[in-house]
C-alpha cells in the first residue's frame, strides 16, 4: 500500500509504500524530483529521471522524502545532473560514519518517513524562490525563452542552473511537468483529446508520442495503476508512487538529452 502526505518541509512530501507480494510494481515517471529512500537499513537518494522504470526485486517496504524541484541539490551539496536517471547510497556523497549515524537514527524510528522528514528539517534550505518561480512558470506552459525573459537571465545561465537544480535543461523539465499535468487531466477522467489540448500539445498523437518517450507505456497503460489522493507541491509535479531501485556507484552520470 501506497500513503503520502505534504510535509512540514516547504513543498515537500513524506512517503510510504509497503507492497505485497500480490501488488504490481508502479512505473516510476519522470517528475522533476529527487528523493531521500530508506529501505532495509540503508539510505539512498534517488536522482532526477528522464525515463520510467520499474523497481526490481522483491516487494520490501520503503519509506521516502520527495523534495520540491530544485530543493534537494542543495541539502546533498552536489549539482542535480550528477545523478540523473541514478539511485546511489548516501554514504557515497557525505561521510560514512555521518551516514551510518543517520541509519541507525532511522531504523530505531517508530515512523520511519517521520524520521527521514525530521532529518530533512534539521539540514534542507526552503526552496528557492527563484527556482520556485521557474518551475510555476515552465509548469504554467511558458516557452523556455520566454522564462528566461521573465526571470531576466540569458538562456545559458537559465540552462546552466536548470541542469544543477533540476539534472536537466529547461526544455526538459518543462516536457516532463507538461506530461505531468496531462496525466493529472487523463486521470481525472478528462478525454485524451481534450487533456492534450488543455496542456499544451499540438494533438492527441502529439501527447501520445511524448508519454511513449517519457515512460515506455501507454496513456492508457498508464491510467490502469491506481493512485492514492495526491499531496503534491503546489506548483510541483504529480508524485511517483516508489522511487525505489537497485542503487548504482556513484561515478560518470549516463549520457542523456537535455
Same mark, same amino acid.
Given at each position: 500500500?501506497?500513503?503520502?502526505?505534504?510535509?512540514?518541509?516547504?513543498?515537500a512530501?513524506?512517503?510510504?509504500?509497503?507492497?505485497?507480494a500480490?501488488s504490481?510494481?508502479?512505473?516510476?515517471?519522470?517528475?522533476?524530483?529527487?528523493?531521500l529512500?530508506?529501505?532495509?537499513?540503508?539510505l539512498?537518494?534517488?536522482?532526477?529521471?528522464?525515463?520510467?522504470?520499474?523497481?526490481?526485486?522483491?516487494?520490501?517496504?520503503?519509506w521516502g522524502?520527495?523534495?520540491?524541484?530544485?530543493?534537494?541539490?542543495?541539502?546533498?551539496?552536489?549539482?542535480?545532473?550528477?545523478?540523473?536517471?541514478?539511485r546511489?547510497?548516501?554514504a557515497?556523497?557525505?561521510p560514512?560514519?555521518?551516514?551510518?549515524r543517520?541509519?541507525?537514527?532511522?531504523?530505531t524510528?517508530?515512523?520511519?518517513?517521520?524520521a527521514?522528514?525530521?532529518?530533512?528539517?534539521?539540514?534542507?534550505?526552503?526552496?528557492?524562490p527563484?527556482?520556485?518561480?521557474?518551475?510555476?512558470? @515552465? /509548469?504554467? $506552459?511558458?516557452?523556455?525563452? +520566454?522564462?528566461?525573459?521573465?526571470?531576466?537571465?540569458? *538562456?545559458? &545561465?537559465? =540552462?546552466?542552473?536548470?541542469?544543477?537544480?533540476?539534472?536537466?535543461?529547461?526544455?526538459?523539465l518543462?516536457?516532463?511537468?507538461?506530461?505531468?499535468r496531462?496525466?493529472? @487531466? /487523463?486521470? $481525472?477522467?478528462t478525454?485524451f +483529446?481534450?487533456?492534450?489540448?488543455?496542456?499544451?500539445? *499540438?494533438? &492527441?498523437a =502529439?501527447?501520445?508520442?511524448?508519454?511513449?518517450?517519457?515512460?515506455?507505456?501507454?496513456?492508457?497503460?498508464?491510467?490502469?495503476?491506481?493512485?492514492?489522493?495526491?499531496?503534491s507541491?503546489?506548483?510541483?509535479?504529480?508524485? +511517483?508512487?516508489?522511487?525505489a531501485r537497485?542503487?548504482?556507484?556513484?561515478?560518470?552520470?549516463?549520457?542523456?538529452?537535455?
Open positions: 500500500m501506497y500513503e503520502e502526505r505534504a510535509s512540514r518541509l516547504s513543498g512530501v513524506v512517503w510510504t509504500n509497503t507492497p505485497s500480490s504490481p510494481a508502479f512505473p516510476v515517471l519522470p517528475d522533476g524530483c529527487m528523493d529512500l530508506y529501505s532495509e537499513g540503508r539512498l537518494v534517488a536522482g532526477p529521471d528522464t525515463r520510467a522504470h520499474i523497481p526490481d526485486g522483491p516487494p520490501v517496504p520503503w522524502i520527495r523534495f520540491f524541484p530544485g530543493a534537494a541539490p542543495p541539502f546533498l551539496g552536489l549539482p542535480a545532473h550528477e545523478l540523473r536517471d541514478r546511489v547510497e548516501l557515497d556523497l557525505w560514512a560514519t555521518e551516514v551510518r543517520l541509519t541507525d537514527r532511522i531504523t524510528a517508530i515512523r520511519p518517513a517521520t527521514l522528514e525530521s532529518l530533512a528539517l534539521e539540514r534542507a534550505a526552503p526552496p528557492d527563484e527556482l520556485r518561480r521557474l518551475v510555476a512558470v @515552465l /509548469a504554467a $506552459g511558458r516557452a523556455v525563452a +520566454a522564462t528566461a525573459d521573465e526571470l531576466g537571465i540569458g *538562456a545559458r &545561465q537559465l =540552462h546552466r542552473r536548470s541542469l544543477a537544480a533540476f539534472g536537466y535543461g529547461p526544455k526538459m518543462a516536457r516532463i511537468l507538461r506530461m505531468q496531462a496525466l493529472g @487531466l /487523463a486521470r $481525472g477522467g478525454p +483529446a481534450d487533456t492534450a489540448a488543455r496542456t499544451g500539445y *499540438a494533438d &492527441q =502529439h501527447l501520445a508520442r511524448e508519454v511513449r518517450e517519457f515512460t515506455g507505456s501507454t496513456l492508457g497503460d498508464l491510467l490502469l495503476y491506481r493512485r492514492p489522493p495526491v499531496a507541491p503546489q506548483t510541483g509535479p504529480a508524485p +511517483a508512487e516508489h522511487r537497485s542503487a548504482e556507484p556513484l561515478g560518470d552520470p549516463p549520457d542523456r538529452a537535455h
